[in-house]
């Protein structure tokens, strides 16, 4: 069975910059597409960034410049490197792994940026 685990959240200060870290177990093949969404409260999930097994990248316009996201195909990781944080990227971070015909999810991890 596929788990996804996630790791790297806390609490940092604007300007600050923080990991995440998400870890698949259980899996043989590589999924498509790795990434993270976020949450905060009162607001709808975003879309942060996602990465294909080939290397292409997506991010939201509000982290481009600040955030970077990378894969190690071979271990089935992904990270996200979030620089020049800002309170506005206070949320709840899921990672995500699709193929084909599933995604799985992360169990989540905070985020918190103090101004």
């Known amino acids: 069975q596929v788990q996804l685990v996630e790791s790297g959240g806390g609490s940092v200060q604007a300007g600050g910059s923080l990991r995440l870290s998400c870890a698949a177990s259980?899996?043989?093949?590589?999924?498509?597409?790795m990434g993270w969404y976020r949450q905060a409260p009162g607001k709808q999930r975003e879309l942060v960034a996602t990465?294909?097994?080939?290397?292409?990248?997506n991010y939201a316009d509000s982290v481009k410049g600040r955030f970077t996201i990378s894969r190690d195909n071979a271990e089935n990781t992904a990270y996200l490197q979030m620089n020049s944080l800002k309170p506005e990227d206070t949320a709840v971070y899921y990672c995500?792994?699709?193929?084909?015909?599933?995604?799985?999810w992360g169990q989540g991890t905070q985020v918190t940026v103090s101004s």
């Open positions: 990465m294909t097994s080939g290397g292409s990248t």
């Open positions: 259980g899996s043989t093949f590589v999924f498509n597409t």
């Open positions: 995500f792994a699709r193929t084909f015909i599933t995604t799985y």
